[in-house]
């Protein structure tokens, strides 16, 4: 069965105080993982695709890479602002693209 | 290009009552997702559209939810005889056939049912 897995559930850091975020996958067929931003009441964001194993994205203080089993997002030097719920998700292309969301990781960094 | 558009942005109902939820994707996008996503869970896939034609439903989706787009547009999720566990909220996403830069959503629609 599919499904996507990411830990922690919730995250605390000081402001400045970098980390890291996981999500791993058991997906047939990996064609792609992306990466979301979710802030209180709102639709999710798209920060980044992966396509395969050893690749990387970056995006001021976030960077993304991706393994054979798991993605990491990085924070580096987090600032208040990046408090937020970041998702991940992997599209299932034998069902139309739909994507298979992990239960997000909250991420709270105070100044 | 305004993005993908919901309506209403809350909606509180009575328990019985019937609620519909317009979802606008962005224009040149063909396909459109519908997902369900509760307090503390990542968004779950509801059903999917591929121009006019549905073409999958989750076993989430039961009788009670229906969902249309006609003509390839607009699409609506109708919740007929609201029970207080379909209190969530609604998301809808757009994409292009093979899209590389993911999918992109709504502000969502938060129902309440009350």
């Known amino acids: 069965e599919d499904q996507v897995t990411q830990s922690p559930e919730a995250l605390r850091l000081q402001e400045g105080e970098s980390s890291s975020l996981n999500c791993s996958y058991t997906v047939s067929g990996l064609r792609g993982l992306f990466w979301y931003r979710q802030d209180p009441g709102k639709g999710p964001e798209f920060l980044f695709t992966?396509?395969?194993a050893g690749e990387e994205k970056e995006k001021e203080r976030l960077k993304a890479t991706l393994t054979k089993k798991e993605s990491f997002l990085h924070i580096t030097a987090p600032k208040p602002e990046d408090s937020a719920t970041y998702l991940c998700?992997?599209?299932?292309?034998?069902?139309?693209?739909?994507?298979?969301f992990g239960q997000g990781t909250e991420l709270s960094v105070k100044p | 290009d305004t993005g993908v558009s919901q309506n209403p942005r809350h909606k509180i109902t009575k328990r019985g009552q019937n609620v519909t939820f317009r979802c606008d994707p962005i224009?040149?996008?063909?396909?459109l997702y519908w997902y369900r996503q509760t307090l503390g869970q990542g968004p779950e896939f509801l059903t999917y559209?591929?121009?006019?034609?549905?073409?999958?439903k989750s076993r989430l989706l039961s009788d009670r939810f229906s969902a249309e787009r006609p003509k390839g547009s607009f699409s609506t999720l109708e919740i007929q005889r609201t029970e207080q566990g379909d209190s969530a909220m609604y998301l809808c996403a757009s994409s292009r056939d093979g899209s590389n830069y993911g999918y992109t959503f709504g502000s969502g629609t938060r129902l309440t049912v009350v």
């Open positions: 998700a992997v599209p299932i292309y034998n069902q139309g693209g739909k994507l298979i």
């Open positions: 224009s040149e996008h063909n396909r």
């Open positions: 992966l396509y395969s």
């Open positions: 559209f591929q121009n006019e034609a549905q073409l999958e």
